[in-house]
Structures are given as structure tokens and as C-alpha cells.
């Protein structure tokens, strides 16, 4: 297993609405340079933040699946379909653009964060859908418990959230110095993003090897095998890390990205 390391200087940035709305991005859109530009059906990941309040006009989309999770603040989301509504802390705001809808957002603070990503479906079919929009509020969301570690289930076992493309998605916060191991299947990669803290990655056919990462770093770890991996948070500070697990490649035509 190779565990790659991204700071913020290889990802990509942006900016909405005047700079009230910037954005840190793991993974851009062409020409962003992000040195990432796709992880299997994972096609973007923008980390967007702003102070006070900005506002992305309405625009349309088509075909990719778009959740926006709030970390902090609040989100609002207009959409074509009718939809008006606001998601708070912990909450989801889920697209299956399917064949084409417009939309608009308005992130509100202070200090509003939160990440829109798009899931790449087999787009030719995904196109002959119909769009849908779907909201959920942070307690709809399972979470497990564990030995200095929480962790909500975004996507996946047990989430009300349901894509056609194939991801899971978790929100793990770990005590400072606490352990959460993971299993990465066969042929996927796990994503990371490190929101607050840092910590290290051990991979356990290989326990001298450690991986220390950093603040707003992002990670890919992927497995030929089954891998069992270990997260540790640092000592003297709590660890808030994303992580997202995609199949490495995909048996359909992916968008032609560079």
C-alpha cells in the first residue's frame, strides 16, 4: 500500500462572489492545479469557507451527483425544481443532477465551512434520470462510539444518503493520542482530509512505517489488498479528519479530465 501526502501548496484554490467565498480544493476542476485530478467516481472536492456571507448565482448541472456537507455556518440551496431550504452544521444537501437542473447557493456565517464534492455515475445513463433533490439534517446521520474516537457515517451503512455512483464517507473525530483502524478493501483507495489536528497513518503489515500528515493536508491510500491501516491522532490536540472510500477504477467511460 502507498499512502501519498498533499499539502495545501498541491491542491487547488478558488474564489466566489468577490472573495467572500474561497475555497482550499483536494481535488480541482481542470486548470485549478490541483495536483490530484481524480480518484476513481470521485471528481471534485472544494473546501469552501467565508467569513460572513457570499452567494453563487444560479448555474446548471448535469449528470454528477453533488453533496454539500456543512462542517460549520449555514448552507442555502435554490434549485430549478422548486427547492428552497437551509442545512446547518452536520447537515447534507444532495444533487442527482441526473438530466440537468439549475441551482443556486448562498453560504452564511460567521465563519462558514463546508465541502461540496461531485460522484462521477456512468454519465450516459445517469443523464436519462430524472434530478432530485434530497436534505438531511446532522441526526440523521448514524454514529459509532469508540475507544477516544466518534465516527458518522456520511455515506454508507446506515446513511440516509443514497448515490448510484459507489463511495463511502465518514466524519471521524479522535480524542488527542486515540487509534481508529480501518480496513480498505481490495482495488479502492481511502481518501483523507485533514479538517483540524494532525496525526499519523501506520500500515499494519508494516508498523515501522509511519506517515505523519498535517493540518488541511489531504491523503489517498490505496489498496491492491484488503489493507488494515491505523489513524493516530497527535498528542495535545483533537484530530477532524474526512474520509472517503472509492473503488481505485471503474468498469465505465469516466469524463475525459486533465
Known sequence: MQIMIYPPTMQGTGAFNGGRITEQKPIGFPGERSVVKRVGPLFYWAWAFAAEEGYIGSHPHQAFEIITYVLAGKAEHGDSLGTRSVVGPGGAQVMQTGSGVSHEERFIGPDMEG???WFEPELNEALKRKPTY???DHE???EEAGNGFVRKTVIGDGS???LVADAKMW???LEPGAVYRHIIPAGHTLTALAVRGHGAWTNASAEDAVTPFRHKDFM???AAADTNVSLQAADGETLRIMLLEVPTTVDYPLYPKR
Open 220 to 222: 489517498l491510500l490505496g
Open 160 to 162: 440516509p444518503v443514497e
Open 171 to 173: 466524519d471521524l473525530t
Open 134 to 136: 434530497r436534505q438531511f
Open 115 to 117: 465541502f461540496q464534492i
Open 140 to 142: 440523521a446521520f448514524p
